[in-house]
């Protein structure tokens, strides 16, 4: 199984609005709601910031929303705050033979 | 709250096998949930590696199916990872995580510990 497809970066500046894509197929992505994002700052563990494509954990600040159309999820950071910088995971699960987990491809957001 | 603590060697011979243990507090791991393993190369991204549950049932990554066994230990609240026959391309730092395997989300993670594969 590929990984998922995600921009290398994106970048935008305080106060404004971004978006990360990760795209998949039917066979992951727009087959299930089962897509996850995750925010890693440098040296740092990933963090959980959505689930089932738009929920968010309790304690992660409502700028971050997530979606899905077809077969690719989104991640929409709103406000963009320099403490937002860091790298973004998309996963979703797949179809297979066996019950299967994949990660995208990682996206660098860069605060201005 | 749930904390989860890796352990093991840093260092390990090409062809012998990666050895690492996950300590969870804070949650009994015969209460549920599935309990995750998954790695990060150097400057790359992430690759699930397998999830066990508190039975031992397993899944494991197709692609290192082969070579991985993951165990559980409930007496002790830690899970294990083996990965036999390992090579440069299994250097990584090696991440646990709860592992809601149904909607497939990892929360929380431990911090993850790095395992270089050289002789």
Not at chain 1, 55 to 63: F, H, I, K, L
Not at chain 2, 40 to 62: A, D, F, M, R, V
Request: hydrophobic fraction near 30%; charge should be neutral.
């Amino acid at each position: 199984q590929s990984a998922l497809t995600q921009p290398a970066s994106v970048s935008g500046s305080p106060g404004q609005s971004i978006t990360i894509s990760c795209t998949g197929t039917s066979s992951d992505v727009g087959g299930y709601n089962y897509v996850s994002w995750y925010q890693q700052h440098p040296g740092k563990a990933p963090k959980l910031m959505i689930y089932e494509v738009s929920n968010r954990p309790s304690g992660v600040s409502n700028r971050f929303s997530g979606s899905k159309s077809g077969n690719t999820a989104s991640l929409t950071i709103s406000g963009l705050q320099a403490e937002d910088e860091a790298d973004y995971y998309c996963s979703s699960y797949t179809s297979s033979s066996t019950l299967e987990y994949v990660f995208g491809t990682g996206t660098k957001v860069t605060v201005l | 709250q749930v904390q989860l603590q890796e352990s093991g060697p840093g260092l390990v011979k090409p062809s012998e096998t990666l050895s690492l243990t996950c300590a969870v507090s804070g949650y009994s791991i015969s209460s549920g949930y599935y309990w995750g393993w998954i790695r990060q190369p150097p400057g790359k991204g992430l690759e699930w590696i397998g999830s066990i549950y508190h039975s031992g049932s397993t899944y494991y990554n197709p692609s290192l199916k082969s070579r991985v066994t993951i165990s559980v230990d409930t007496s002790k609240n830690q899970f294990s990872l083996k990965l036999s026959s390992v090579t440069a391309a299994d250097t990584a730092v090696y991440y646990c995580a709860r592992h809601v395997l149904g909607s497939n989300w990892f929360d929380p993670w431990g911090q993850g510990t790095l395992v270089t594969v050289s002789s």
